[in-house]
């Protein structure tokens, strides 16, 4: 079997520019599998890392921001106009931790609720009907761990915003074009590949 490199990628799904994140990775999804390169998605909340206030008005320079990068990216989005409480949605997540394929369907849904169709994934009861119409059970009552306990962890490994991937205890954020993360993703397989080859 051909070696895999996992590469942690937080994410929130309050944000913006981690749903650009997904939908351009998900383009590069064939690539990166082909350089054995397994991204690992890990929720954390944003406010517990900014003090970003839920319910705040989404304004100003920081949403002209995000649309500008969707925009040019290529990434059609229905960006929320206000910043919307994502915990149910990452319990959610957390518990399909050790099902990577119901977890990236949970995913997918969730991004395309929140800035496709303009749904409020922290209303109540909002995540037990967004499971239901994909066919997931709910998962139980509580995850393994909790999302502040991932969330204080990604803060002790220096995550200070999102997406980022964590290369080497250093954290990479933001997303670029599909040009730009392709090469990033070659850079550390080779990496990856020439560790491995010492080890050896």
């Known amino acids: 079997m051909a ?24 383009r590069l999804a064939a690539r ?8 690992e998605w890990r929720p954390v909340d944003l406010t517990a890392l900014t003090g970003w206030r839920r319910g705040a008005r989404m304004s100003g320079p920081g949403r002209e921001n995000a649309l ?13 106009g206000v ?3 994502s915990r149910p949605a990452h319990d959610v997540a957390l518990a399909l931790t050790d099902d990577p394929v119901k977890e990236a369907v949970w995913r997918e849904r969730i991004w ?13 009861g909002e ?21 502040e306990e991932v969330t204080e962890r990604a803060r002790e490994a220096g995550i200070v915003a999102v997406p980022a991937f964590l290369v080497d205890h250093w954290p ?7 040009q730009s993360m392709t090469a990033f993703f070659e850079r550390y397989a080779r990496k990856r590949r020439r560790e491995s080859a010492r080890v050896l």
């Open 3 to 26: 070696e895999r490199y996992p590469l942690p990628v937080y994410y929130d799904f309050a944000s913006t520019i981690c749903c650009v994140a997904h939908r351009v990775l998900g």
């Open 32 to 39: 990166i599998d082909d350089l054995g390169v397994v991204l």
């Open 68 to 80: 500008r990068v969707a925009a040019e990216l290529g990434v059609p989005v229905r960006m929320p």
């Open 83 to 85: 910043w919307i409480d």
């Open 112 to 124: 395309s609720a929140v800035f496709e169709e303009g749904r409020d994934i922290g209303a109540p």
């Open 127 to 147: 995540t037990t009907r967004l499971a239901s119409e994909i066919g997931l059970e709910p998962p139980g009552p509580t995850p393994s761990e909790s999302i």
């Open 172 to 178: 990479m954020g933001g997303i670029q074009d599909e």
